[in-house]
């Protein structure tokens, strides 16, 4: 891998943009290294958590790669947002957890991955924004929808019409990150531990339902955790689980 970096900590991977002298931005070969990254740890049954962090102290990603895209046609426009897209519906789908660690500009396509990230912890330093539109384009891998989704539509198309940058504390209020801290890779690690140690299989469950929820309507997703539900009886974590509990004793998982 040219532009990533690769660093296994038990079941967690951090995997870390590694373009720090264009503050990481991604260019079609970063985000075809980084499909298949994705691509093999969907396969990986050691990894439970992914983290995606930047190089650096500057930079998450300051977005698309603006020089890569400046002479692009149309039809290559095209192929570069669906690249994206993939890459970005790919994060969000996978069947692992995945946090961002914003350690600086999130910027563009940058805050796009940030928000197909499961969730989003910031570093004090970190800021937001779709900047596109001053760039006389349009966000390319997926802020327009992902954006609204999780702050609103007024507030995604104040960010989005503004191109503003905004601040972690700002980015916190608004809701698009859940924490601010003063180190967003410690915060990651701690919290990914925290989720390992928990039922595996309830913990994937919940991701899936939670992600695959959201583009149901309320009737067909509630069915869809009933299984869910009924399928984690079938597992001998429902039963450690909840025997821990009346024996009064931590559980063991694995
Ligand atoms: N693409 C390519 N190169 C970039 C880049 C980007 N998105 N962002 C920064 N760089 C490069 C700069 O060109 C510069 O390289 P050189 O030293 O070779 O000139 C290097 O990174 C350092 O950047 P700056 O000197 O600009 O650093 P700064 O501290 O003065 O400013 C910044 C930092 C405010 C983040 C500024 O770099 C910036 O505005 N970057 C662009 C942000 C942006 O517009 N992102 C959206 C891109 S479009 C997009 O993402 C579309 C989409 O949805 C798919």
Same mark, same amino acid.
């Given at each position: 891998?040219?532009?990533?970096?690769?660093?296994?900590?038990?079941?967690?991977?951090?995997?870390?943009?590694?373009?720090?002298?264009?503050?990481?931005?991604?260019?079609?070969?970063?985000?075809?290294?980084?499909?298949?990254?994705?691509?093999?740890?969907?396969?990986?049954?050691?990894?439970?958590?992914?983290?995606?962090?930047?190089?650096?102290?500057?930079?998450?990603?300051?977005?698309?790669?603006?020089?890569?895209?400046?002479?692009?046609?149309?039809?290559?426009?095209?192929?570069?947002?669906?690249?994206?897209?993939?890459?970005?519906?790919?994060?969000?789908?996978?069947?692992?957890?995945?946090?961002?660690?914003?350690?600086?500009?999130?910027?563009?396509?940058?805050?796009?991955? =940030? *928000? +197909?990230?499961?969730?989003? !912890? /910031?570093?004090?330093?970190?800021?937001? $924004?779709?900047?596109? #539109?001053?760039?006389?384009?349009?966000?390319?891998?997926?802020?327009?929808?992902?954006?609204?989704?999780?702050?609103?539509?007024?507030?995604?198309?104040?960010?989005?019409?503004?191109?503003?940058?905004?601040?972690?504390?700002?980015?916190?209020?608004?809701?698009?990150?859940?924490?601010?801290?003063?180190? =967003? *890779? +410690?915060?990651?690690?701690? !919290? /990914?531990?925290?989720?390992?140690?928990? $039922?595996?299989?309830? #913990?994937?469950?919940?991701?899936?339902?939670?992600?695959?929820?959201?583009?149901?309507?309320?009737?067909?997703?509630?069915?869809?955790?009933?299984?869910?539900?009924?399928?984690?009886?079938?597992?001998?974590?429902?039963?450690?689980?909840?025997?821990?509990?009346?024996?009064?004793?931590?559980?063991?998982?694995?």
């Amino acid at each position: 891998m040219k532009n990533l970096l690769l660093d296994i900590k038990g079941k967690i991977m951090v995997l870390t943009i590694n373009r720090p002298n264009a503050l990481n931005a991604l260019n079609r070969d970063t985000l075809k290294e980084l499909k298949e990254i994705l691509c093999e740890l969907e396969k990986n049954d050691q990894i439970d958590v992914i983290i995606i962090t930047g190089s650096g102290d500057k930079a998450f990603i300051a977005g698309a790669d603006i020089k890569e895209m400046e002479n692009m046609t149309s039809v290559e426009a095209k192929g570069f947002a669906l690249l994206g897209h993939e890459v970005l519906n790919r994060i969000e789908n996978i069947n692992k957890l995945v946090i961002a660690s914003v350690n600086g500009f999130a910027l563009g396509g940058g805050c796009e991955l =940030a *928000l +197909a990230c499961d969730i989003r !912890f /910031a570093s004090e330093n970190a800021k937001f $924004g779709q900047p596109e #539109v001053g760039l006389g384009i349009t966000p390319g891998f997926g802020g327009t929808q992902r954006l609204p989704r999780i702050v609103g539509k007024g507030i995604a198309l104040e960010l989005l019409l503004s191109g503003k940058i905004i601040n972690a504390e700002e980015a916190f209020r608004i809701g698009l990150v859940n924490k601010v801290v003063p180190n =967003a *890779l +410690a915060e990651a690690e701690e !919290f /990914a531990q925290s989720v390992i140690s928990k $039922g595996r299989f309830a #913990v994937k469950q919940i991701k899936q339902l939670v992600v695959d929820g959201m583009n149901m309507d309320l009737c067909r997703a509630l069915k869809y955790e009933a299984e869910a539900f009924a399928l984690c009886f079938s597992t001998s974590e429902q039963k450690e689980g909840m025997s821990a509990f009346t024996e009064k004793r931590k559980p063991k998982f694995s």
